[in-house]
């Protein structure tokens, strides 16, 4: 049994993975250290493992895969349902170990853990409503038949910025139509996943359905989509990794779901409520310190109510706590690595060095021990143009970057001047304005006087550059089904 509170106790410890059923390390002892990005303190060891660990796993979910494939559809809910009890269950203790392998405040890490547990439950569900059809044949001898089935062994790699929800939202539709997985976190963040696997073990998932292994993400991503039993995989990540393993998953025609990055625009126009659009602005760009996906990275502020919003928003911010996520009261938390830090102060840098202003905050923050180097003040910069960095990377970091714009059409414009589709967000009062922008928005999510848009039964995913594929609802047992049609000759009447 795996250890059930890794990195609580204040010393290293070495984690196991999870395959075939069993908890087992790496053969060879090579690990790779966990650190808790608020304090740089080693908090665990996992088992750094590679190729012929992949393939033992894809091995062991082959073998798993026809029981539970044979497995009624109400047998698979009743497990992902005791697999959701237990993740509400242990909520703080995940809650905990989620803060400090991935550092945001401990209030925001419990909304995560149930926003993953929402997926769980969702899909548990939808296990029972995976539909065919039967459609009306050309001719009266023939039935005309559509079949939905499990497309077999797949594979998930997951981010460090949301370690929990990322890999439920993947987890949980495959297991609900009958397939198996193998789950690669990232190895900035993989001890929530080895809690929650250790969790669906609890809840009954047989072996094999599930395993869970860390290690070199190339090796391992390569010997995934080199396996040919593996026939979906599903990625959340950068787009240059996307690109590169759409291009992989070319070589034996793999079903591929990529979630990749985004530049968020957010319009507030003047007929907006300003304590509702400073309040969403708040929410989306600064929460977990700005390193989300879908966390605003241009704010477009329309002419008339531009000094007015800034000043609120610049209040609002600059009362924002920051410090360590398990300590009372802390709203931001730490970047999770030194080269995070490094970006974030080379945009401010760029935007500073072209012209761009600071209205609050824009500077690393003092830190003494026990804290890490890694606090960046919660900023806001205005005076952006299109030759900035910040107008075009995502920083992923606390910074708002202000620009601003005069009409809607030039709002809506601009805010699509981009390669990237994934979210955006706008504030209005004016109803015909909401349906007209949330129309022309090129974006796969739009928050529509919302900041937080995200929720477990709604579709997840982006346009243009931001990937292929959704998750969430409904929507996301599609990469794991298979639509066979049968076409039936029936036998005349004697």
């Known amino acids: 049994m795996m250890p059930t509170n890794a990195a609580t106790s204040g010393r290293a410890i070495q984690d196991q993975v999870l395959i075939g059923g069993a908890w087992r390390g790496a053969r060879d002892g090579r690990v790779i250290e966990v650190r808790n990005p608020a304090t740089d303190e080693i908090i665990a060891l996992v088992?750094?493992?590679?190729?012929?660990e992949a393939t033992q796993a894809v091995d062991?979910?082959?073998?798993?895969?026809?029981?539970?494939?044979?497995?009624?559809?109400a047998g698979r809910s009743k497990v992902l349902r005791r697999f959701f009890d237990l993740i509400v269950r242990d909520e703080m203790r995940l809650a905990r170990l989620m803060t400090l392998e991935e550092g945001k405040p401990l209030t925001e890490a419990r909304g995560e853990i149930a926003y993953a547990a929402g997926f769980v439950e969702w899909s548990a569900e939808e296990a029972k409503r995976v539909y065919g059809e039967t459609i009306p044949a050309s001719s009266p001898d023939k039935r005309i038949l559509v079949l939905?089935?499990?497309?077999?062994?797949t594979a998930a790699i997951t981010p460090w910025n949301f370690p929990a929800a990322m890999i439920t939202r993947k987890l949980a539709p495959a297991l609900a139509t009958g397939c198996t997985m193998i789950v690669k976190p990232a190895s900035a963040t993989p001890l929530t996943a080895l809690a929650l696997a250790e969790l669906a073990v609890e809840a009954g998932v047989p072996a094999g359905v599930l395993n869970v292994i860390t290690g070199d993400a190339l090796e391992i991503s390569d010997s995934l989509l080199a396996d040919t039993r593996v026939r979906a995989i599903s990625f959340t990540g950068s787009t240059e990794a996307g690109r590169a393993l759409m291009a992989k998953a070319a070589q034996h025609i793999t079903k591929i779901e990529l979630e990749l990055g985004g530049h968020a625009p957010i319009l507030v126009f003047e007929d907006a409520d300003l304590e509702v659009a400073v309040a969403g602005v708040v929410a989306s760009k600064f929460r977990n310190a700005g390193q989300t996906c879908i966390c605003a990275n241009r704010i477009y502020v329309q002419a008339g109510i531009y000094e007015r919003f800034t000043e609120a928003l610049a209040t609002a911010v600059g009362s924002l706590r920051v410090g360590n996520g398990l300590d009372d009261g802390v709203q931001i938390g730490p970047l999770i690595d030194d080269a995070g830090m490094v970006k974030v102060e080379e945009h401010v840098a760029d935007a500073l060095s072209l012209g761009a202003r600071i209205r609050v905050g824009g500077h690393r923050l003092p830190a003494s021990p026990p804290l890490a180097d890694r606090f960046f003040a919660p900023t806001v910069i205005e005076g952006i143009t299109r030759a900035m960095r910040i107008n075009s990377e995502e920083t992923f970091g606390p910074v708002a970057p202000l620009i601003r714009f005069e009409s809607e059409a030039e709002g809506i414009a601009k805010a699509n001047d981009t390669e990237y589709g994934l979210a955006a967000y706008f504030f209005t009062r004016d109803a015909s304005r909401l349906m007209r922008v949330?129309?022309?928005?090129?974006?796969g999510i739009v928050g529509a006087n919302d900041g937080l848009p995200s929720t477990p039964q709604a579709p997840f995913g982006g346009m243009k550059e931001s990937g292929l594929g959704r998750e969430g609802g409904k929507y996301a047992l599609d990469l794991f089904l298979e639509t066979k049609y049968v076409s039936w000759a029936l036998e005349p009447m004697r």
Request: hydrophobic share 55%; proline share 12%.
């Open 60 to 73: 062991a979910a082959a073998k798993a895969f026809p029981a539970w494939r044979g497995l009624p559809a």
């Open 438 to 443: 949330a129309e022309a928005l090129d974006y």
């Open 148 to 153: 939905r089935q499990p497309v077999g062994v």
């Open 47 to 52: 088992p750094r493992l590679g190729a012929a």
